[in-house]
């Protein structure tokens, strides 16, 4: 099957996209790259590409790389978010709380942010490009893009995903159009797919999530969240999903572009420290505790700026701190699960999966 077929109705989604392995690499935009989408597709899962953090030009090139590295399918991941609203006042106080971090690290702080990504939703050269590129699967995160644009990408032969945190989301993505739901629970590392930043979190845990939204809705569902090896996805298998998605595992992946500091904040601990935080990028995302997350919840904060306009800071504030030797300061986005990680090639790691699941039902069916 190639990565631009026409999925077969009525099918699950693992014989639709041909995986031989249930197993989808989550779109980490900044870690995932086109040699680990390409490796996790040839090893028979679905790889994919984060391109919320590209332009169109950008992610036609990670793209044409994938397809020169795979003839499989693979998946693309675009961000929905409502475009940032920008707030002067906010923006300055919030680098002005900044600015002797940043002056402690050897530079001054920015004078002004700015939006530095470009939502899925009026982003029309990044929408030309997936129609004319047809990749297998398009997944959209919080949020979802016009109907029309919808009604277009499935007419092309595209497999869609979005993801839900609640049943919510769940219904409003199945009225849509969507053919399937990726179910994220609070255990996951990474943005929170919520499609309204500013209305209550339930914090639904994956396991509840998914077996809610499998009950609740007449859509395939893809679990994600705290996944980590074989026997996390016979459990959620086990509730209902059809696949599980897996993203903090693939982060120790030598074909990830995660720096040396994300690798060992992951690698060789019995416990990794993670929160959810809104410091670093202006919505709530969860990494390993870092000097930037209690920046964000000491007493004197101001609200961060909206995202991602406070991403600008937080990747300035990161880089230069970087350059002095300093990683206190980077989304390393990370699991609850993340002590689990292992540093194994993405092939590798597909097949200990499937034997670690495979393990899992034997034993579970001799008991």
């Not at 609740?216 to 074989?230: C, E, K, R, S, Y």
Request: include cysteine.
């Amino acid at each position: 099957m190639s990565s631009s077929s026409t999925p077969v109705a009525g099918a699950s989604l693992a014989a639709r996209l041909g995986l031989t392995a249930p197993i989808i690499q989550a779109p980490m935009a900044g870690t995932s790259t086109p040699a680990l989408a390409a490796a996790v597709s040839n090893a028979g899962g679905l790889g994919s590409l984060g391109l919320g953090a590209m332009n169109a030009a950008a992610a036609q090139t990670a793209i044409e790389q994938t397809r020169a590295l795979t003839s499989r399918p693979f998946g693309v991941n675009v961000f929905c978010h409502a475009p940032a609203q920008a707030d002067a006042n906010a923006e300055s106080a919030w680098l002005r709380y900044l600015a002797p971090v940043f002056e402690r690290h050897g530079v001054t702080a920015p004078a002004a942010l700015k939006e530095i990504y470009t939502s899925y939703v009026v982003d029309a050269d990044m929408q030309a490009l997936l129609l004319r590129e047809k990749p297998a699967v398009v997944s959209f995160h919080f949020g979802l893009p016009a109907v029309e644009h919808i009604q277009a990408l499935r007419a092309a032969g595209i497999l869609l995903m979005a993801t839900a945190t609640n049943l919510d989301e769940a219904r409003r993505i199945e009225a849509a159009g969507i053919d399937a739901i990726v179910a994220q629970g609070i255990e996951a590392g990474g943005h929170r797919g919520f499609f309204d930043p500013r209305a209550h979190d339930e914090q639904l845990g994956t396991l509840a999530l998914v077996r809610l939204l499998v009950k609740q809705t007449g859509l395939p569902v893809v679990a994600a969240g705290g996944i980590m090896d074989g026997a996390g996805i016979v459990a959620v298998q086990a509730l209902g999903a059809q696949l599980a998605q897996l993203g903090t595992a693939f982060v120790t992946c030598p074909e990830s572009a995660a720096d040396a500091a994300y690798r060992q904040n992951l690698l060789g601990h019995e416990q990794v420290s993670t929160a959810h935080t809104r410091a670093i990028s202006g919505r709530a995302a969860r990494g390993v505790r870092n000097q930037l997350m209690a920046l964000g919840i000491a007493a004197d904060a101001p609200p961060a700026p909206d995202y991602p306009i406070a991403y600008d800071a937080g990747k300035a504030l990161h880089a230069a701190a970087k350059a002095r030797g300093e990683h206190g300061y980077g989304a390393h986005w990370a699991g609850q699960a993340a002590a689990l990680s292992r540093a194994l090639p993405a092939a590798e790691l597909v097949a200990a999966l499937q034997a670690e699941r495979k393990a899992t039902i034997q034993a579970l069916t001799a008991a």
